[in-house]
């Protein structure tokens, strides 16, 4: 079997049921619209009885099916979600439903799931199944959610674009921007922002180290948390960096990230805030090198908060910069070769140097050989220098220096959050170019500094870019521990802006 025909492995076995699949997708499929339906409209729909999860999951899984051009899915399990949806059909006829009963969801290759591949978007790993699933996937799984497939990701999660040299179901690689396909998704949860730009699934988890679940719900108009560092489980996940990564939920409306926030970390629900007792900060510098399509759309909806009695307020952060610079690339870089190595060890069961061996992105393959491999970081004039005394510094110091100007900064100013565009950028062109290590940093640029220091941030959609029609979207970052905080206030600001109108080529 070649690599390329290893996407959609699981479809292969299920083709026999093809036309089982399509007519229970046409039973019922007219009670929902997958372009507005919401996971949870689609619990309360499925609980109530209004149709069943066979005909929801077989109508996800033809609109999958149907845009194989965005490159989305690395495996579709079209057997095992229509299995479980008939399964939870029969339970729900005996019981109660649980959250997510019956709700299709996608879940970022880096994630296990029991029995799919865990590719991580790598080609090494290709032939990895799991055993078992990773503490987030089971209690998406205790909470009655139907995982449809594994979503394709910038390669071992290592970029911001997407353009993935290993894995595609389209004709040419790179996961594509839903809203454009001529454009980048986003990275490194490329696949599962597509998904939900395009109206795919309600609902999907991605993993979150610099900005990979918010950037690609930016490009493609979905919303996301990065969590606070520790409040979801990180076992099961291939790792980059165990002090910056975490998993995040990503959906099409900020009440399912929180429906999945609660089902993974707990608690009960969250209501909308009171705008008028909310305060947000703003900082110069996370206003630079922007487009003018994300320049508009930032100003109207600054202005647009002011007008709904959210305080808004100027705030000085002149260190942030200088202080992220000094733990970003040290302890991403050199944690990735020790926590990589032990994640190989105890579930793929591969060297590290076989694994960047198979490396079929070039940026991806640059960095792990490099750097990561022998432990480097870049130094002057195109040099590279030992990253251990980097990182020491960044650890003992700078990172402690930056949490305490956000904790400084959010206290001083008695702020809910430091709002700011997700990224400079609309989506760029989708080739080998848009990988580049310039694209990496614009894009990172206002996302990197949060996911250094540990705090939470919250993307949301809150415009179409008034001359490219792309999606752009605004971040809250709130003090560590206010995860239900920004959800409380993205769920008012969600009503106030509004979900953005599907892509007008979604199916």
Same mark, same amino acid.
């Given at each position: 079997m070649s690599?390329n025909?290893?996407?959609l492995?699981a479809?292969a076995?299920?083709?026999?049921?093809t036309?089982?699949?399509a007519?229970?997708a046409?039973?019922?499929?007219d009670?929902?619209?997958?372009d507005?339906?919401?996971?949870?409209?689609?619990?309360?729909?499925?609980?109530?009885?209004?149709y069943?999860s066979e005909?929801l999951?077989a109508?996800?899984l033809?609109r999958?099916?149907?845009?194989?051009?965005?490159?989305?899915?690395i495996?579709?399990?079209?057997?095992?979600a229509?299995? @479980?949806?008939? +399964?939870?059909?029969q339970?729900?006829?005996? =019981?109660p439903?649980e959250p997510?009963?019956? !709700? $299709? %969801? *996608?879940?970022?290759?880096?994630?296990e799931v029991?029995?799919l591949?865990?590719?991580?978007g790598?080609?090494?790993l290709?032939?990895?199944?799991?055993?078992?699933?990773a503490p987030v996937?089971?209690?998406l799984?205790?909470?009655g959610?139907?995982?449809?497939?594994?979503?394709?990701?910038?390669?071992?999660?290592f970029?911001i674009?997407?353009?993935?040299?290993?894995?595609?179901?389209?004709?040419?690689?790179?996961v594509r921007?839903a809203y454009?396909p @001529?454009?980048i +998704?986003g990275?490194s949860?490329s696949g599962? =922002?597509?998904?939900?730009?395009?109206?795919? !699934? $309600? %609902? *999907?988890v991605?993993?979150?180290?610099?900005?990979?679940v918010?950037?690609?719900c930016?490009l493609?108009g979905c919303a996301?948390?990065?969590p606070t560092?520790?409040r979801?489980?990180?076992?099961g996940i291939?790792?980059?960096?165990h002090?910056?990564?975490?998993?995040?939920?990503m959906?099409?409306?900020v009440?399912d990230?929180?429906?999945?926030d609660?089902?993974?970390?707990?608690g009960g629900?969250?209501?909308?805030?009171?705008?008028?007792?909310v305060r947000?900060?703003?900082?110069?510098?996370?206003?630079a090198?922007?487009?003018e399509?994300?320049?508009?759309?930032?100003a109207?909806?600054?202005s647009?908060?002011?007008?709904?009695?959210v305080?808004?307020l100027?705030?000085?952060?002149?260190?942030l910069a200088?202080l992220n610079?000094k733990?970003?690339f040290?302890?991403a870089i050199?944690?990735?070769?020790?926590?990589m190595?032990?994640?190989?060890?105890?579930?793929p069961?591969?060297?590290?140097?076989?694994l960047?061996k198979?490396?079929?992105s070039p940026?991806?393959?640059?960095?792990?050989d490099?750097l990561?491999?022998?432990?480097k970081?870049?130094?002057?004039?195109?040099s590279?220098v030992?990253g251990?005394p980097?990182y020491?510094?960044?650890?003992?110091?700078a990172r402690?220096?930056?949490?305490?100007l956000?904790?400084?900064t959010?206290?001083k100013?008695?702020?809910?959050?430091?709002?700011?565009?997700?990224?400079?950028?609309?989506?760029?062109?989708s080739?080998?170019?848009?990988?580049?290590?310039?694209?990496f940093?614009?894009?990172?640029?206002n996302?990197?500094p949060?996911?250094?220091?540990?705090?939470p941030?919250l993307q949301?959609?809150i415009?179409?870019?008034?001359?490219?029609?792309l999606?752009?979207?605004l971040?809250?970052?709130?003090?560590?521990?206010?995860?239900r905080?920004?959800?409380?206030i993205?769920l008012?600001?969600?009503?106030?802006?509004?979900?953005?109108?599907?892509?007008a080529?979604?199916?």
């Amino acid at each position: 079997m070649s690599q390329n025909s290893l996407p959609l492995l699981a479809c292969a076995s299920v083709l026999a049921g093809t036309a089982l699949f399509a007519s229970s997708a046409a039973r019922g499929a007219d009670a929902f619209d997958l372009d507005t339906l919401t996971a949870t409209e689609a619990a309360a729909d499925l609980c109530a009885g209004k149709y069943t999860s066979e005909t929801l999951v077989a109508a996800v899984l033809a609109r999958a099916k149907a845009q194989r051009e965005l490159n989305a899915f690395i495996t579709l399990d079209e057997a095992g979600a229509i299995k @479980a949806a008939r +399964a939870f059909d029969q339970k729900h006829r005996r =019981g109660p439903c649980e959250p997510l009963g019956g !709700v $299709p %969801i *996608a879940v970022k290759d880096n994630i296990e799931v029991e029995g799919l591949p865990a590719t991580a978007g790598t080609p090494a790993l290709k032939n990895y199944i799991p055993a078992k699933d990773a503490p987030v996937a089971a209690k998406l799984r205790a909470a009655g959610a139907i995982i449809i497939g594994k979503t394709n990701m910038h390669e071992l999660a290592f970029g911001i674009s997407g353009y993935n040299g290993a894995y595609k179901t389209g004709a040419d690689y790179g996961v594509r921007n839903a809203y454009d396909p @001529a454009k980048i +998704a986003g990275g490194s949860s490329s696949g599962n =922002g597509a998904a939900l730009g395009a109206r795919i !699934v $309600p %609902i *999907a988890v991605g993993t979150d180290t610099g900005g990979s679940v918010r950037i690609p719900c930016a490009l493609n108009g979905c919303a996301a948390l990065r969590p606070t560092v520790g409040r979801y489980s990180q076992v099961g996940i291939a790792p980059i960096s165990h002090t910056r990564d975490t998993a995040g939920p990503m959906a099409t409306s900020v009440a399912d990230v929180a429906l999945l926030d609660r089902v993974i970390a707990g608690g009960g629900g969250v209501g909308p805030a009171d705008l008028k007792s909310v305060r947000v900060g703003v900082v110069a510098a996370m206003l630079a090198n922007l487009d003018e399509d994300t320049k508009q759309a930032f100003a109207a909806a600054r202005s647009k908060l002011a007008a709904a009695g959210v305080t808004v307020l100027d705030v000085d952060m002149s260190d942030l910069a200088e202080l992220n610079g000094k733990v970003s690339f040290p302890v991403a870089i050199y944690e990735a070769n020790d926590d990589m190595v032990a994640y190989l060890k105890r579930g793929p069961k591969i060297a590290l140097a076989d694994l960047a061996k198979a490396i079929a992105s070039p940026d991806v393959k640059g960095t792990y050989d490099g750097l990561v491999l022998p432990r480097k970081l870049p130094g002057p004039d195109n040099s590279v220098v030992d990253g251990k005394p980097a990182y020491d510094a960044a650890i003992k110091t700078a990172r402690p220096a930056l949490q305490a100007l956000y904790r400084d900064t959010f206290a001083k100013n008695r702020l809910d959050a430091i709002i700011f565009p997700t990224v400079p950028k609309v989506a760029i062109a989708s080739n080998p170019d848009s990988s580049s290590l310039p694209n990496f940093l614009l894009f990172i640029q206002n996302t990197d500094p949060g996911s250094n220091a540990g705090v939470p941030g919250l993307q949301i959609p809150i415009a179409l870019g008034a001359s490219s029609r792309l999606p752009v979207g605004l971040e809250l970052d709130g003090p560590a521990g206010s995860d239900r905080r920004l959800l409380a206030i993205g769920l008012a600001l969600d009503k106030l802006f509004g979900r953005l109108p599907p892509p007008a080529k979604s199916i």
